[in-house]
């Protein structure tokens, strides 16, 4: 850390993503604002989200000096690629929703697009594109101190899920490893950001679908197809890149500290 450009990079980073939290605790009130104009809580939804992550756009401009920030935050890469891998990994989800859970009587559009696509897109992109992803890539800090600080605040964020102190370490703990999980997929897949954005899209797409636990602890059987869709993902992910003759990316020289 004795490099001034890495520490110029994390202060940046850090900068950046402590101005996107103050603003994200506003997001009602902008979004309320927003429904006023817009007349439609899905769009203002969006915007929304646009708004509270500019100073991530301008810290990523800053950082890499190129205009197309979203191209430095990983969506530049194959979009098809990550939405074929994710549904193919997601599978035991769907399959298993299908064979233990019964649909949903009322599903509300609006709100599930919210809850997984939208949602899965955002926080793919502030905190695996730019909290972690600028932190590995521009930095020598391995993948464990990259991660750590964006998993712990990505499940400090579900906590509000939770009605008691059990629950809450359950919640705490499946999230904090959901973060690392996403953030080893952005990695594998050559930094190709729709890879966890449509995999946790379609996770999150088939417990709006077929469960009705409204938090992300569930019960014993999502949480199997969950482990296996988990299993899954890492096990197409090997196969992958020993197709492509292609070196993990997370290994022993870049798991705390990179040569």
């Known amino acids: 850390m004795k490099n001034r450009k890495e520490l110029t990079t994390l202060a940046i980073v850090i900068t950046g993503f402590v101005a996107y939290y103050i603003l994200f605790e ?3 009130a902008i979004k309320v604002w927003l429904d006023g104009y817009t007349n439609q809580g899905l769009t203002s939804y969006i915007i929304t989200y646009f708004i509270v992550g500019v100073p991530v756009f301008l810290a990523t401009y800053f950082l890499n000096r190129k205009p197309n920030v979203f191209s430095s935050l990983g969506l530049g890469k194959n979009i098809l690629t990550g939405i ?6 997601t599978l035991p989800m769907f399959i298993g929703g299908l064979a233990v859970f019964s649909l949903k009587s009322e599903i509300d559009i609006e709100n599930l697009l919210a809850g997984t696509l939208v949602a899965g897109f955002f926080e793919e992109l502030y905190f695996r594109g730019f909290l972690f992803g600028q932190v590995f890539k521009n930095t020598k800090l391995g993948f ?3 991660i750590f600080i964006g998993a712990l605040v990505f499940a400090s964020g579900h906590l509000y899920q939770s009605t008691n102190i059990i629950e809450m370490a359950g919640i705490f703990a499946i999230t904090f490893f959901g973060a690392i999980f996403f953030a080893w997929l952005y990695a594998e897949w050559n930094y190709n950001l729709w890879m966890p954005i ?3 899209a379609f996770m999150n797409l088939s417990w709006g679908l077929f469960t009705d636990n409204s938090n992300a602890l569930g019960g014993w059987a999502a949480n199997i197809f969950r482990v296996l869709t988990i299993a899954a993902a890492i096990t197409i992910t090997l196969l992958y890149k020993k197709r492509k003759g292609q070196k993990p990316e997370i ?7 990179k040569p």
Request: no cysteine.
């Open 26 to 28: 506003q997001f009602a």
């Open 198 to 200: 449509f995999t946790h």
């Open 144 to 146: 464990i101190p990259a």
């Open 84 to 89: 074929v891998a994710a549904f193919v990994v």
């Open 251 to 257: 290994n022993r020289y870049t798991v705390l500290l």
